[in-house]
């Protein structure tokens, strides 16, 4: 089994390149968060353009965290293919605490 390709979105970048940039680069990606406030206390994170996420016909499976997974997996597959690679085997994805606004919202 090899890596042949692979993709990142995250408050630092919408792909891999603006991702590598960022990790040298001293600039905060951590902002005020306009997601949560419902809460009633200040909180800090790192926010995604809204035109990173992908778009997809699957409304069912619609949540802001599949979109932003999708769009990374779509990368991946196009930088695996760039590599001369052909359609992946099988996909290996990791996320941390997305959709926990969803959460948030049930519990405050």
Known sequence: MAVT????????????REL?????????????????????????VGEVNDGWFAVHEHDE????T???CLAAAREASADARERGG????GLALGT????QDNNERVVF
Request: with cysteine; glycine share 16%.
């Open 66 to 68: 599949g979109r932003l």
């Open 5 to 16: 390709g692979i993709g990142a979105v995250s408050a630092a970048g919408r792909d891999v």
């Open 86 to 89: 052909g359609d992946p085997d």
């Open 96 to 99: 941390s605490t997305g959709g």
């Open 20 to 44: 590598r940039s960022m990790l040298g680069s001293p600039e905060r990606v951590f902002a005020a968060n306009r997601r949560h406030d419902f809460l009633d206390i200040d909180v800090s």
């Open 61 to 64: 499976l619609d949540c802001s």
